[in-house]
Protein backbone atom coordinates (compact mmCIF):
# COMPACT_ATOMS: atom_id res chain seq x y z
CA UNK A 1 0.00 0.00 0.00
CA UNK A 2 1.34 3.24 -1.35
CA UNK A 3 1.64 5.81 1.65
CA UNK A 4 2.53 9.45 0.80
CA UNK A 5 3.34 12.50 3.39
CA UNK A 6 3.62 15.96 2.29
CA UNK A 7 5.83 18.54 4.44
CA UNK A 8 7.05 22.52 3.63
CA UNK A 9 3.74 24.08 3.90
CA UNK A 10 3.60 27.29 6.04
CA UNK A 11 3.03 31.06 6.36
CA UNK A 12 5.32 32.85 3.58
CA UNK A 13 4.69 36.78 2.48
CA UNK A 14 3.55 37.43 -0.51
CA UNK A 15 6.89 36.91 -3.29
CA UNK A 16 8.63 34.45 -1.02
CA UNK A 17 9.07 30.89 -2.03
CA UNK A 18 8.43 27.75 0.24
CA UNK A 19 9.12 24.23 -0.77
CA UNK A 20 7.14 21.25 -0.57
CA UNK A 21 7.92 17.67 -0.05
CA UNK A 22 5.85 14.22 -0.59
CA UNK A 23 7.71 10.86 0.82
CA UNK A 24 6.02 8.00 -0.60
CA UNK A 25 6.24 4.35 1.68
CA UNK A 26 6.61 1.96 -1.42
CA UNK A 27 10.00 0.34 -2.50
CA UNK A 28 8.68 0.49 -6.32
CA UNK A 29 8.30 4.77 -6.71
CA UNK A 30 9.45 4.68 -10.43
CA UNK A 31 5.79 2.77 -11.40
CA UNK A 32 4.04 5.87 -10.43
CA UNK A 33 3.83 8.68 -11.80
CA UNK A 34 2.69 12.10 -9.21
CA UNK A 35 1.32 15.20 -9.13
CA UNK A 36 -0.07 18.08 -6.77
CA UNK A 37 -3.02 19.73 -5.98
CA UNK A 38 -4.44 22.37 -3.89
CA UNK A 39 -8.06 23.27 -2.96
CA UNK A 40 -8.65 26.43 -1.45
CA UNK A 41 -11.39 27.53 0.80
CA UNK A 42 -14.57 27.09 -0.75
CA UNK A 43 -13.31 25.87 -4.17
CA UNK A 44 -12.83 22.53 -5.55
CA UNK A 45 -9.72 21.12 -5.72
CA UNK A 46 -7.16 21.68 -8.71
CA UNK A 47 -4.46 20.69 -10.65
CA UNK A 48 -1.09 22.06 -10.07
CA UNK A 49 1.59 20.29 -11.82
CA UNK A 50 2.44 16.52 -12.57
CA UNK A 51 5.84 14.59 -13.00
CA UNK A 52 6.22 11.18 -14.62
CA UNK A 53 7.93 8.40 -13.42
CA UNK A 54 11.55 9.38 -14.53
CA UNK A 55 11.13 13.17 -14.41
CA UNK A 56 11.71 13.59 -17.89
CA UNK A 57 8.20 15.09 -18.51
CA UNK A 58 5.91 17.58 -15.88
CA UNK A 59 3.18 19.59 -16.68
CA UNK A 60 1.48 22.53 -15.02
CA UNK A 61 -1.33 24.44 -14.48
CA UNK A 62 -1.15 27.86 -16.40
CA UNK A 63 -1.33 30.18 -13.44
CA UNK A 64 2.05 28.68 -11.93
CA UNK A 65 3.92 28.34 -14.85
CA UNK A 66 7.03 29.83 -14.40
CA UNK A 67 6.48 30.22 -10.85
CA UNK A 68 6.34 26.42 -9.82
CA UNK A 69 8.76 23.61 -10.48
CA UNK A 70 7.78 20.08 -10.18
CA UNK A 71 11.09 17.68 -9.64
CA UNK A 72 11.57 14.15 -7.99
CA UNK A 73 14.40 11.89 -6.49
CA UNK A 74 13.76 8.20 -7.12
CA UNK A 75 16.07 7.19 -4.76
CA UNK A 76 14.66 9.06 -2.05
CA UNK A 77 11.19 8.15 -3.08
CA UNK A 78 10.49 11.77 -2.75
CA UNK A 79 8.81 14.30 -5.21
CA UNK A 80 8.88 17.94 -4.55
CA UNK A 81 7.17 21.34 -5.83
CA UNK A 82 9.62 24.52 -5.35
CA UNK A 83 7.37 27.75 -5.21
CA UNK A 84 8.24 30.86 -5.72
CA UNK A 85 6.73 34.37 -6.52
CA UNK A 86 3.97 33.24 -4.21
CA UNK A 87 0.76 35.38 -4.45
CA UNK A 88 -2.01 35.44 -1.91
CA UNK A 89 -4.00 33.38 -4.40
CA UNK A 90 -2.07 30.96 -3.65
CA UNK A 91 -3.56 29.88 -0.49
CA UNK A 92 -4.91 26.39 -0.29
CA UNK A 93 -4.05 22.83 1.17
CA UNK A 94 -1.49 20.98 -1.25
CA UNK A 95 -2.07 17.42 -1.99
CA UNK A 96 0.20 15.19 -3.15
CA UNK A 97 -0.67 12.01 -5.61
CA UNK A 98 0.26 9.27 -6.91
CA UNK A 99 -0.99 7.21 -10.03
CA UNK A 100 0.09 3.90 -11.49
CA UNK A 101 2.30 4.14 -14.74
CA UNK A 102 -0.32 5.23 -17.54
CA UNK A 103 -3.35 5.64 -15.79
CA UNK A 104 -5.24 8.44 -15.83
CA UNK A 105 -6.52 8.25 -12.20
CA UNK A 106 -4.73 9.37 -9.19
CA UNK A 107 -5.72 6.36 -6.48
CA UNK A 108 -3.56 7.93 -3.92
CA UNK A 109 -3.38 10.97 -1.49
CA UNK A 110 -1.49 12.69 0.98
CA UNK A 111 -2.98 13.98 3.68
CA UNK A 112 -2.32 17.71 2.55
CA UNK A 113 -0.19 20.91 3.78
CA UNK A 114 -1.40 24.14 4.58
CA UNK A 115 0.06 26.92 2.29
CA UNK A 116 -0.77 30.39 3.40
CA UNK A 117 0.20 33.43 1.45
CA UNK A 118 -0.20 37.16 3.17
CA UNK A 119 -0.22 40.20 0.97
Known amino acids: QLQLVESGGGLVQAGGSLRLSCAASIRTFTNYAMGWFRQAPGKEREFVASITWSGSNTRYEDSVKGRFTISRDNAKNTVYLQMSSLKPEDTAVYYC????????????WGQGTQVTVSS
Open 97 to 108: AARYRSLATYHY
